[in-house]
Each structure stands twice: as C-alpha cells, then as structure tokens.
C-alpha cells in the first residue's frame, strides 16, 4: 500500500495549507496497467459540467475571452489549459472561448490598463491579497461563492488557501497553484564545476558560483525582465537576513522599517550575487521564459524560483539531472525550513461581463477538471487543490517525489513583497532591485528608497 504524504505549510494570514499525495508507491509500478489504476486521483468528474445557465443552455451563440499567462505551449499547465478549453467548446458548441495569452508582467500591465477602462475580460488571472484588492475595491471583479459552493468545489481547495483571494467573507478568485520557492540545481554541470553537494550556506553559494563561472557556466537562470524574478530571489535573502519571517508584516504594523538592518543586510548580499556574475549577461532584457529555458537547455547551473517550474522542468532536456535545495543560510541567519510562499495566480471574472452565467459555467467546469489533468500531466507539484494518487506508480520522478517532500518540512514563511504592499510600493520595489541588476548602489540608500516609497502610499 502506498505511503501518504502530508504537506503543510503556513501560510501569513492565509491558515493552513495541505497537500495529500502519495509519494511512495508499491512495488509493482513496472506493470503499466497497475500504474495507470493506481495513478488516477480518487474523486473524479465528467468531461463537462451540466451547465444550468441560460445562455449556455439556449445554444446562444457566445464568445468570452480568457486572458492567461502560460504562453509556453509545451508547459504541463499550457497543456491543461488548451486540453480544458477543447472539451469545454466541444460539449457547448454555441460557446467560444478566445484565449488573450501572455507573460506574467504584460499581462499584469494590460490588465492595469483595461482596469482604467472597465474593459477587463471575462476571465483573467491576478495575483492575491494586495494585488488583487485595488480590482475589488474598485468593483471589477465578480465574487465566485456560487461557484465555489456548486458541486463541493470548494472543498476541493487546500485549507486556508481561499483566504488570500477573499475579502469580506467574498472570494473573487480560484487559484492555479500553492507553491514554494526553491533552488533547482543540475547535478552534471555541478559536478563539471567539481561541486559535491549543494550550498547550505550563502557563502558557499558564492563559492560555487565562482567555481560554476570558472568553467564558463551560468550559475544561476533569471529573467529579469519580468521584474517579480529578482524580487523572489531577494526575498528568500531577507527572509534569512530577518531571522524567519514577518518582515513586511512588522513594516506594515509600524514595529520596522525599510532601513532596519536586516533589510540593508539583504540589499548587500543581493548585491554581491550580482558583482560575483551570478546572474546572466544582460539579465533585465531577458524575459522570464528565456531565463526558464536556460536551466531547461542546462545552459544554467541553477534556478531560483517556485515549484511550479517542477513539471518542466522534469519534461525538459535536463530533467533527468536536476534535484533541488532549500534556499541556504544567511550569515548564519534563518531556518532552511522557512521559505518563500507562493499562493498561485488566480482566476478572476469581470464584474461587468455580458456573459457572467457562461463564464461562471465554464470556470466551475475548468477547476473542477483542473488537479485531474494537471495530476495526469505529471504537474501535480504546487497544486492548488487536493487530490490523491500514487506518485510513484503515475511515473513521476525522483525530482518531483523530492520536491514534495521539502514541501513536508516547510514550518513558515512570507508572501511575496508585491502581494504583501500595495501596488505602488510594490513598484518602486521591483524597479529598484531591477536597477541593482545594471549598477551598484549603496544599500543604505536602496532602504531609503524603499523607506519613501511607503512613507508616500501608506
């Protein structure tokens, strides 16, 4: 019988996330028909939901655009999409679905843009809590507790996780994901480099990001175009730097600020990644799937990012050579065990679209379907929702079963900075680590910087 794994982590303000998959299957994973039994998550749903909604009943004929942020066709979640959006329109002939797809940071900046407008599309993605309350206070999102209370969906959802997307007893959005970061890291060009064994502290890490550049290898994957990317990897450094946890939590109470030592702390150790040529040539003009595609060409030693990246990765040329390491100590300080937490993108519907019923049908159906498919897609790492199946026997890797076990040690963390300030802090956030990326400077003045950015939009 196959072993379950319990994940949990805590998430601030969020409660208690969970994760039950198994991770340990039975011996006879060899026969395929086994494994596929095996495989397949406990509670399943038709290809399509039993629309009660008018216009999908009447076969009037309907289009709704769907804006999302998985342009890279051959990702497993790409994949789900494409695969859900097919069946939907297969069972409602009457219904289009056109797809607005794009990276994260344009599709952050349209989605501003149609805000200003009122034009936001039927069905978009947006990040949690901070970012996503200006849309709510503003009225441009739809509330989903009709969705999520039809058919137990909600109670498919991790616990606790909803409350990032919900204001005022209200949810607005179902999320794609429940992540952590993590540093991936290819085994062979370590070993090429002469590294046995990943970093445990940052002073390791620099000493192998100097053995990587030696041999002429990347250490480490970004794509500092999209802005998020440097600030992931920072974050993970004050986390450290901070002790554990609740630096922006302290700034936010008044307990801290921007120029608390820990925060320069950070800024300088950021910064000397950077002068020790971690990243790669000309980081900001490089988007994030072109940094994704470093590591997954092993173009790149190593990858800071969230466990969303798993399933690709494991799909990808590499695959086959990558493990992955908690993000080490700082100065001595922090719990490995403490990680940055990723509650995923969301799905949003526009408060003034003329197809509400239809869009509310189609996205019951797409997350009811959701964790199957990703599960059969061998994307099951970073789920937003709960399923059970057999890891082992569905064919996933090592990486993978390893990745959800870090998941089994996670005992805290923080937010993201974006999805902790508001927008406008967050901005002159993400531009000012941007920045270190093309030019040093004194961290005691990137704290105040940081510093006046919050003074101004508190």
């Known amino acids: 019988m196959a072993n379950k ?26 026969n395929e028909n086994n494994a596929n039994n095996a495989a397949s998550p406990s509670a399943t749903t038709p290809a399509a939901s039993s629309p009660a909604a008018s216009q999908v009943n009447n076969g009037e004929k309907v ?22 959006v097919k069946q939907y329109e297969d069972a409602h002939p009457n219904v289009t679905i056109e797809l607005d797809t794009l990276n994260t940071d344009q599709q952050k900046q349209k989605l501003k843009t149609q805000a200003a407008a009122k034009t936001i599309p039927d069905i978009t993605m947006v990040n949690p809590s901070a970012q996503m309350k200006p849309f709510v206070d503003a009225g441009l999102f739809a509330p989903l507790n009709d969705v999520i209370e039809k058919d137990g969906l909600k109670d498919t959802y991790q616990g606790g996780l909803l409350d990032s997307y919900s204001f005022d007893g209200k949810v607005y959005a179902l999320p794609d994901g429940n992540n952590i970061e993590v540093v991936y890291y290819n085994k062979d060009l370590f070993a090429q480099a002469g590294i046995a064994n990943p970093p445990a502290t940052f002073d390791e890490l620099l000493a192998d990001v100097a053995a990587l550049k030696a041999k002429g290898i990347t250490p480490i994957a970004i794509g500092e175009k999209d802005t998020w990317t440097g600030s992931f990897l920072f974050m993970n450094i004050l986390l450290r730097t901070n002790g554990g946890p609740g630096f922006l939590a302290d700034v936010l109470a008044g307990k801290k600020t921007f120029e608390d030592p820990a925060f320069v702390e950070a800024v300088d150790a950021f910064q000397k990644l950077v002068k020790a040529g971690a990243f790669p040539e000309g980081a900001t003009s490089i988007d994030y799937n072109a940094g994704t595609n470093l590591f997954k060409t092993g173009k790149a030693a190593m990858y800071v990012i969230g466990t969303w990246e798993t399933g690709a990765i494991d799909a990808s040329s590499v695959g086959k050579s990558v493990a992955a390491f908690q993000f080490p100590t700082v100065n001595g300080k922090g719990d490995i065990n403490q990680f940055m937490l990723a509650p995923g993108t969301a799905y949003a519907l526009s408060a003034n679209s003329k197809h509400l019923d239809v869009a509310k049908d189609f996205l019951h159906f797409y997350t009811t379907n ?41 005992s805290g963390g923080d937010l993201a ?16 680590l941007q920045n270190l990326f093309v030019q040093s400077v004194d961290s005691t003045a990137v704290a105040k910087e940081h510093q006046a950015a919050y003074d101004a939009n508190k």
């Open 63 to 84: 289009t709704i655009t769907f804006q999302n942020i998985y342009p890279d066709e051959t990702t497993p979640t790409a994949k789900t999409m494409h695969a859900l």
């Open 5 to 30: 794994l319990k994940v949990m982590s805590t998430v601030a303000a969020a409660g208690v996330l969970t994760l039950s998959l198994a991770a340990c299957g039975s011996n006879n994973n060899n």
């Open 417 to 432: 900075f974006d999805n902790t300030m508001k927008p406008a802090i967050a901005q002159v956030h993400l531009n000012s």
């Open 370 to 410: 959701f964790p199957k498919m990703q599960f059969d897609n061998k994307n099951a790492v970073g789920l937003p929702q709960k399923v059970d199946g057999d890891l082992k026997a569905a064919g996933y890797s090592d990486l993978a079963i390893s990745v959800m076990d870090l998941f089994s040690k996670v």
